[in-house]
């Protein structure tokens, strides 16, 4: 299974166990010539795993059960555009959770150990050379396996196994096991979800100007 994949898998996961339950509301407030689009992302009766979004311009402002972030744009944006984002170009766009840039990454062992089984053990054409052969009996001879916990023990083996198991990669070893940070990918997912359930104008309400 390669990093995408379960990356998909995480976004099903995020659907069912955090917001099966939820509905989708989305309003409209007027400055001027400004107007700002809420979408409320939420569970009756509770506030466990809401999100409140807030779309203005180019920015998208996040907060709620699942942390504050903002997001920025070139160019103008709506619901629509947002739900239609893949993670990877989602996470570019973050500032920050809750004003720390680095948590928009963290480190999933499983992702990494899903990146180097469907590179060194599953037959994929161009790989099934000597180098892979190389690189395979590295990875198991000096059990790379064991050093996956967390991202500095990952890179301390890649350090280790520099000449022999890192060069020739188009995507580098280091980055196998660094993720989308959870709570980005939640976001994500709940805009694609509210979208579904609003579509273009469903649900709409106006606040008083």
Known sequence: MTRR????????????RWFK???AEQHLFYD???????????????????????????????????????YRWSGGINLKFLAGCNQDYFREKCCGLSG??????SWDEDACRAEVESI??????????ELLVAKRKVFEEENGKSFMASQDEWA?????????FIKGWWDGPASWGRVTNIR???????????????GEDKNVSKAAP
């Open 120 to 129: 060194l053990v599953e037959p994929n054409g161009w790989w099934d050379g």
């Open 100 to 105: 720390q840039p680095e948590e928009v990454y």
């Open 156 to 164: 301390g083996w890649l350090r280790c196994h520099e000449d022999e």
């Open 32 to 70: 001027g010539d400004r107007v700002i689009t809420q979408i409320v992302w939420k569970a009756p009766d509770t506030v466990v795993n809401s999100i409140y979004y807030f779309i203005w311009g180019a920015t998208l402002m996040v907060c709620g059960d699942l942390g504050e972030a903002i």
């Open 5 to 16: 994949k379960k990356i998909e898998e995480d976004m099903q996961d995020l659907k069912e």
């Open 184 to 198: 980005v990918l939640g976001h994500l997912v709940g805009l694609k979800m509210a979208w579904e359930q609003l």
């Open 21 to 23: 339950n939820h509905k």
